[in-house]
């Protein structure tokens, strides 16, 4: 645990007020400024994905130092600071049926939607915004590697480019590239080059202008240690006009993400220790895999504590971890102690919800 976090949880014992998501914001202000030197270094644009950190605060900073921002829906949209004066806003709505793309323009932003059908083809030329085609990465990737085994296929995308393509060639000026996101599995620096060599083929195929590649997300397997590597690779592969397009969320908030809640009962029985807190999985951490940080021991005996949220659901639970008994004391924690857990994914805090009772957890910075 760092200083500033150990500070942070000191006070709680203080100025509790429920349970809470918590982020290390001064890390992640400079992943954002690292982020912003490899794009202008590269040719490259990062977006931040409204999905991936749904707070008001991280729109407002990210706005000020990245791209722009991808979002699915209209709802995503609004809550977007304003204005967003020349930050590029990316629409991927599967179910996008003809809808007005006009309302996605009252920001001062520049605006893209990628379509994925030929129904939505056919719904995009009386608009006259810019578009690009979402393709299917599990196809792309069985095109390049036919013994490529999938146990699953993404549903996102389009497979067969034949038709859409006539809507790019009679709009050359509007047509801004492709998008690909993987989604399925896990990502590496090997399959983004793969997504971006199919594109490139299938832009050569198709006598199609290639402004830009979306690659999507899934840069967090990647890590910074990698990422400027793979830009590299990339800008040889693409010629230098070709914008990459990148969605940094969960890559920004790898290991920096928290979460904290209070013992409000606890109970021993010959399977060890359970524990229940005001912090819940089911309602606060959703897509979470909490790892408790112990407390401090020199104590050699640990114990099995078995940690629930204070819903009546039976799955309400965080997980079962070894802990060390406190020196002369026969239980790991007392009611009103407070247990805080690493390993917290940016999404729980899109997830945040109310069930049964349980309000929404806090989401605090420090």
């Not at 793969?194 to 594109?199: E, P, Y």
């Not at 997300?217 to 990422?227: N, R, V, Y």
């Not at 969320?249 to 920096?256: R, W």
């Amino acid at each position: 645990m760092s200083d500033r976090l150990s500070q942070f949880i000191y006070h709680l014992d203080y100025v509790y007020d429920g349970p809470a998501l918590l982020f290390d914001l001064t890390i992640f202000k400079e992943r954002l400024q690292r982020l912003r030197e490899l794009g202008d270094r590269y040719n490259c644009q990062f977006l931040m994905p409204v999905k991936a950190f749904s707070h008001p605060l991280i729109y407002q900073i990210t706005g000020e130092v990245l791209w722009g921002f991808d979002i699915s829906n209209y709802n995503e949209y609004a809550g977007l600071p304003t204005p967003l004066t020349n930050k590029l806003v990316s629409l991927t709505d599967p179910a996008f049926d003809g809808y007005d793309l006009q309302l996605f323009l009252t920001k001062q932003n520049n605006f893209r939607i990628y379509i994925e059908t030929l129904s939505q083809a056919k719904k995009l030329p009386s608009q006259q915004v810019d578009f690009g085609i979402r393709l299917n990465s599990s196809s792309l990737l069985t095109r390049e590697d036919g013994d490529r085994p999938f146990d699953s296929y993404s549903r996102f995308g389009i497979s067969n480019l034949t038709e859409l393509a006539k809507l790019a060639q009679s709009a050359p000026d509007r047509f801004v590239g492709f998008h690909i996101h993987h989604g399925l599995h896990e990502n590496s620096s090997d399959t983004i080059l793969t997504f971006a060599r199919q594109a490139i083929t299938l832009a050569d195929q198709f006598q199609l202008p290639l402004p830009s590649i979306d690659l999507g997300g899934g840069l967090a397997e990647i890590g910074f240690s990698q990422l400027e590597s793979l830009l590299i690779e990339l800008r040889r592969l693409l010629r230098s006009h070709t914008v990459l397009i990148f969605e940094a969320g969960k890559l920004l908030f790898e290991d920096i993400g928290f979460a904290y809640g209070k013992v409000k009962s606890l109970q021993c029985d010959r399977r060890g220790w359970m524990m229940t807190l005001d912090l819940s999985k089911s309602c606060h951490l959703r897509w979470s895999q909490p790892q408790l940080i112990v407390p401090n021991s020199t104590s050699a005996t640990q114990v099995p504590v078995s940690i629930y949220g204070a819903t009546c659901n039976e799955g309400d639970r965080l997980g079962e971890f070894l802990v060390p008994l406190p020196n002369f004391k026969d239980s790991p924690y007392q009611e009103g102690d407070i247990v805080v857990f690493k390993n917290i994914n940016c999404y729980s805090v899109s997830w945040n919800t109310s069930f049964n009772g349980i309000k929404p957890a806090e989401v605090k910075f420090f």
